[in-house]
């Protein structure tokens, strides 16, 4: 069961840039790119657990603040030479409206 | 029988949906329309020429009143619905009519959305939706001479060329960075804001309206940022929203409009809605095609075809305004499943960019040549797989059929008087010949020659081409290091490029030095943001999104993303207040790391993001301000105690450390830049492995520069002696400045300095007085820009939106 869960509205994020969403299991990094889309990752570079939420975002990819990897917003994969993922979470737009797609919250509430 | 036919406003949709329905049932109706508009149905579309002055009212009318009397039509003009009983099925208007229906259609359009600043209902203030506001602005370009656009979209831009058309002087403010951000790219947003900057239209982006004044008419406009600008007219264009009262008052389901099915019914059977005012399968529509798309569907529905549905499409979005060309379809997101083909054509100013996704067109931006729309639209419609004419297709139709072009051919092919370089005038004849006369076998070769690829050096693929057929292997690729993988330009290349082109913001550096990429990297971004701010400090409103996260935050990201904060403390001189403050803000944020620094400072590690605002307001309140520790500029000057206290002392150290610092903070540099000042020959500041460090001697200061004690080890090379502290000043903030405006980003002085030579900065610097002037002059000027304390700033509440999440969620059932 998908659980949509409302984190707040398109504008709330820069462009180019990322938002966190905290939840019991850790932060979740919203990301909008140049052209507006969305995506939602663990803010947790599969390298050394940096905050991805922090990087560079350009294209559909941002950098780590720590040590450069580029993650793929839209696979959690890293980029070029680098191997390592990184969990991605559903994202759906509903006009201005951002929902996040939380499986493991759902079942733990119920 | 006939049945009655009740139609809510008289616009685009549902004219063509009457004579769709005229052609498929033309008796089974008895139509009756109440228009609110005391008119007939015109193109709304065609609006922008009238306002221009290119078209008259009556050249854009679709249905003149014959029309209506031939097909047997009633039209109430100027009747306003304001109730529809939806029991007795009847409908009313502001005039007292009432007629029945068997079916409904709302047609109610859109309304102008208005922003709520204080003066928005002032008098002098329009908006553009109809003919009404048309001859509204036309009379007020007639005696009146200043007038402002808010809103830089498709509708704002037409607005504003249409009074600039009838003479007005036309300032667009747009909140947004770039121009129509929703349906081009930031490069084709650069290209156009130019073109319409070029016809004499103001355009202020970022710019946040706060209030229209003016007393007892519109006055002028003012900004978030204090800027105030005098009008006389303000249109405001900053979008519609669906008219959907009426239906909502009536009680048909309405969400942002009015809510139907694919075939365009409301939740009341015998009620349809159609056009802006209408919301299927969650979508409003504005542009004209798609409400075409529902006329039709909704006419047959009325006809009695029941299988009709409304199918989503994406529409090309076209900029009316004459000279502009301008096409822009679908999506054009980046993805790592989709590819993208850019072409960039700086001379001609045109720029092109296709979103490939499994060999399919999803997306297109076309800006300066349009004419392909039409079939990149027609590929994409058509799911057309473009694999065979890949290479090829980003030039057109024209260059499709037969064997796709290699562009060495291409080139081979091209006749001797061909030019090459526009900027300098070469033909391909002079390069191949002075290539082979001269034995040329480099590309700095053919540009000292011949010019060629010397200027704006978009054209050096093309020479490079020539060289690779003149001289095959013989021909040496330069050895530049391109910045990225973005380009194939070098930094110095880059820094030359946008002095020489005067390019002032990012996209425009990318589309005019053709990058390869729509935005850019994570190495080339910031690169160029430095290059900006430090060539065109007044200027350039630097972009935050390309800073690294460290000089985002004003703050030192560490390994677990916690944050560590050094405050100034000038000369490295503290006090006990200043020690109290930083021992409160440690208690009381629990801040687990305190430590003093290599440069003489003390930096409190362990900070959580989300603190970093609170406590630098404590800081703040002590009289600190940011030691930009993070920074790409001037971090610390380390003293010793000097004349004042030491023995051996020649100079007061500590007081010049504190004025440089004081003089030079907030500047950007291209890499750190760590200073020292030393009261004597003993060094005890260690001022001999500086960025730049001083050395005072009885005779006055000796100025050294490039050191290094990290990666590199390397003592300071001498770069004079100077007698009085004015003078060091001076040389030193010269020294700065030289290296602002050559170094690369990321590069440390001593490597800037062994590249440019040691003699040549001593020559300019030391022996050259004029030069000397000039840089500290330039380095002042930018000061003026420079020096804000980014601490104080955030304080009071900028880019708060950096320390918040956004949202928190789960935590309730997690406790549960």
Redesign the interface.
């Known amino acids: 069961m998908m659980n949509w869960i409302a984190i707040g509205t398109l504008s709330d994020i820069p462009r180019r840039g990322a938002r966190c969403v905290a939840t019991p299991e850790g932060k979740i990094a919203v990301f909008r790119t140049a052209d507006d889309q969305v995506y939602a990752i663990d803010d947790h570079c599969p390298h050394k657990g940096g905050p991805l939420s922090q990087g560079i975002v350009h294209g559909a990819a941002v950098t780590c603040p720590l040590h450069n990897w580029v993650i793929s917003l839209e696979t959690g994969k890293a980029l070029g030479a680098d191997e390592g993922v990184v969990r991605t979470i559903p994202v759906r737009i509903d006009g201005e409206r951002l929902f996040i797609a939380l499986e493991a919250l759902a079942s733990r509430a119920a | 029988m006939t049945e009655k036919l009740v139609i809510i406003g008289n616009g685009m949709a549902p004219g063509r949906m009457l004579e769709h329905l005229l052609e498929k049932a033309p008796d089974r109706y008895q139509v009756t329309i109440f228009n609110a508009e005391p008119r007939v149905n015109y193109d709304r579309i065609m609006l922008s020429p009238v306002l221009s002055g290119e078209k008259d009212y009556e050249e854009i009318i679709i249905h003149g009143d014959g029309w209506y009397i031939k097909h047997g039509i009633t039209l109430y003009k100027g009747h306003k619905i304001v109730a529809i009983d939806r029991q007795a099925k009847t409908v009313t208007s502001d005039h007292g009519v009432t007629e029945p229906y068997d079916k409904l259609v709302i047609a109610t359009g859109s309304v102008p959305f208005i922003i709520p600043v204080p003066g928005h209902n002032l008098p002098g203030v329009l908006t553009y939706r109809d003919l009404d506001d048309v001859r509204a602005m036309m009379l007020a370009a007639q005696s009146r001479a200043k007038a402002v656009v808010i809103g830089g979209g498709l509708l704002g831009l037409e607005a504003a060329a249409g009074l600039n058309a009838q003479g007005m002087d036309v300032t667009v403010l747009h909140v947004m960075?770039t121009l129509m951000e929703?349906q081009l790219?930031?490069a084709a947003g650069y290209l156009l804001q130019r073109a319409v900057e070029e016809r004499g239209i103001k355009v202020i982006t970022k710019a946040n309206t706060q209030a229209i004044t003016g007393n007892g008419k519109v006055e002028q406009v003012e900004l978030a940022d204090g800027t105030v600008i005098p009008a006389t007219l303000v249109v405001m264009a900053v979008g519609i929203r669906p008219n959907a009262a009426l239906a909502k008052e009536a009680g048909i389901a309405v969400n942002?409009g009015i809510v139907v099915d694919a075939g365009m019914r409301s939740n009341d059977p015998d009620i349809f809605a159609l056009g802006e005012c209408a919301e299927v399968n969650?979508m409003v529509y504005g542009l004209v095609a798609p409400l075409y798309e529902m006329a039709r569907v909704a006419a047959s529905q009325l006809a009695g075809d029941e299988a009709a549905a409304f199918v989503h499409s994406d529409t090309p979005t076209k900029l009316k305004v004459t000279g502009i060309e301008l096409f822009s379809l679908g999506d054009?997101?980046?993805?790592?499943?989709r590819q993208e083909i850019v072409l960039r054509d700086a001379a001609a100013g045109v720029y092109k960019r296709l979103v490939l996704k499994d060999d399919r067109i999803i997306g297109t931006v076309l800006y300066g040549e349009t004419a392909d729309g039409a079939w990149f639209n027609d590929l994409k419609k058509k799911q057309t797989d473009i694999s065979e004419m890949r290479d090829t297709l980003i030039f057109g139709q024209s260059y499709q059929g037969g064997a796709p072009l290699d562009p060495m051919a291409a080139v081979a092919a091209l006749p001797d008087d061909a030019e090459i370089c526009g900027c300098n005038g070469v033909c391909k004849g002079k390069i191949t010949g002075a290539i082979t006369a001269k034995g040329l076998t480099s590309l700095d070769d053919v540009r000292a020659h011949t010019k060629a690829s010397a200027s704006c050096g978009s054209c050096t693929g093309l020479v490079e081409k020539l060289m690779v057929l003149t001289i095959g292997d013989n021909y040496n690729p330069a050895a530049v290091q391109p910045m990225c993988g973005c380009t194939t330009l070098g930094h110095d290349e880059v820094r030359r490029l946008i002095k020489a082109k005067s390019l002032k913001t990012i996209p425009a550096v990318m589309q005019e030095l053709e990058w390869k990429?729509?935005?850019?990297?994570?190495k080339c971004?910031?690169a160029l943001n430095y290059y900006l701010v430090c060539d065109w400090p007044n200027d350039y409103a630097d972009d935050?999104?390309?800073?690294?996260?460290?000089e985002?935050?004003h703050a030192n990201?560490q390994?677990?993303?916690t944050y560590s904060v050094v405050p100034r403390m000038w000369g490295g001189v503290t006090s006990a207040s200043e020690l109290r403050a930083i021992a409160d803000v440690v208690d009381k944020f629990e801040i687990p790391m305190v430590k003093v620094t290599g440069g003489q400072r003390i930096d409190m590690l362990g900070i959580r993001k989300e603190d970093l605002p609170a406590v630098w307001a404590d800081l703040g309140q002590a009289g600190f301000v940011s030691g930009h520790a993070y920074a790409k500029g001037l971090r610390t000057v380390k003293t010793c105690v000097g004349s004042d206290w030491c023995r051996f002392g020649t100079q007061d150290s500590t007081g010049l450390g504190i004025r440089i610092e004081k003089f030079m903070w907030g500047s950007w540099t291209p890499a750190k830049v760590k200073m020292a000042v030393s009261g004597c020959p003993r060094n005890c500041a260690e001022a001999t492995c500086k960025d730049v460090g001083v050395i005072c001697v009885d005779s006055g200061y000796e100025i050294h520069f490039a050191g290094a004690a990290g990666l590199d080890i390397k003592g300071t090379e001498v770069l004079g002696l100077v007698r009085t502290e004015d003078e060091a000043l001076e040389h030193i903030v010269a020294l700065t400045q030289m290296y602002r405006e050559q170094g690369r980003y990321l590069e440390r002085i001593y490597k800037w300095a062994k590249r440019i030579g040691i003699p040549e900065i001593k020559r300019q610097i030391m022996d050259d007085g004029e030069k000397r002037k000039a840089y500290y002059e330039r380095f002042v000027f930018s000061q003026k820009f420079a020096q804000v304390d980014p601490w104080s700033e955030r304080v009071s509440g900028k880019d708060k939106?950096e320390f918040r999440?956004?949202?928190?969620?789960?935590?309730a059932?997690?406790a549960?």
């Open positions: 960075p929703r790219d930031p942002r969650g054009f997101a980046e993805g790592e499943d990429t729509s935005c850019g990297c994570a971004r910031p935050y999104q390309s800073r690294f996260i460290n985002r935050v990201i390994k677990d993303g939106h999440p956004m949202a928190s969620v789960g935590f059932e997690a549960e």
